[in-house]
């Protein structure tokens, strides 16, 4: 199976900061990565597909980038519902896998 | 308007078998796959498996193969999640999802609200 390793587990920010979330896979699987969203006791939302692509109506602070291995999703200036899990999912391989997540709390 | 309705929350015992559902509407139902996803208590996501509506193709995580049942019913646009013998380390909250089945580029897209299964004596 396919590994995602995600880091950090826990980012604290302020509000107006840039971020960056990691995300590596333990052997090449493209650009078939995606980067959700969730807030407690939701379920979670997508926010980028293919690597890169901005799902339709996600404000466009959100960005990712990568291919191969190597993965970021960044918030280019923090805003207040941004504050959430974010979760990578690979779906190339016929078993799917999400990192472990990332926890972005208010510093 | 796409949405995907889950059976509500269920409480077992150790032993007990259980099937939740996941009620699709507002698209074609054999375009998609559909997956299920489990989150333990203060957990991350975990994928179980997927089927596809059109021929009830399915794909299970190893870590779930054996464990879990997932079908899907196209008469009635609705997949199912099942267990034969429920264990107190299955409580979780499952949550379904779809994804397009030609391509299928953007991940899951759509989600269901998720269901809170309970095991316990």
């Known amino acids: 199976d396919i590994q995602m390793t995600q880091s950090p587990s826990t980012l604290s920010a302020s509000v107006g900061d840039r971020v960056t979330i990691t995300c590596r896979a333990s052997q090449s699987i493209s650009d078939w990565l995606a980067w959700y969203q969730q807030k407690p006791g939701k379920a979670p939302k997508l926010l980028i597909y293919?690597?890169?692509t901005l799902e339709s109506g996600v404000p466009s602070r959100f960005s990712g980038s990568g291919s191969g291995t190597e993965f970021t999703l960044t918030i280019s200036s923090l805003q207040p519902d941004d504050f959430a899990d974010y979760y990578c999912h690979q779906y190339t391989s016929s078993v799917y896998t999400f990192g472990q997540g990332t926890k972005l709390e208010i510093k | 308007e796409v949405q995907l309705v889950q059976s509500g929350a269920e409480v077992k015992k150790p032993g007990e078998s259980l099937r939740i559902s996941c009620k699709a509407s507002?698209?074609?139902?054999?375009?998609?796959?559909i997956a299920w996803v489990r989150q333990m208590p203060g957990k991350g996501l975990e994928w179980v498996g997927i089927?596809?509506?059109?021929?009830?193709?399915?794909k299970y995580s190893p870590s779930f193969q054996g464990q879990v049942t997932i079908s899907a019913d196209r008469s009635i646009t609705a997949a199912y999640l099942q267990w034969r013998s429920l264990r107190a380390s299955d409580t979780a909250i499952y949550y379904c999802a779809r994804q397009e089945y030609r391509g299928g580029t953007r991940g899951f897209d759509y989600w269901g609200q998720g269901a809170l299964v309970t095991v316990s004596s």
């Open positions: 293919k690597a890169s």
């Open positions: 089927v596809y509506p059109g021929d009830s193709e399915t």
């Open positions: 507002g698209y074609s139902f054999t375009t998609y796959w």
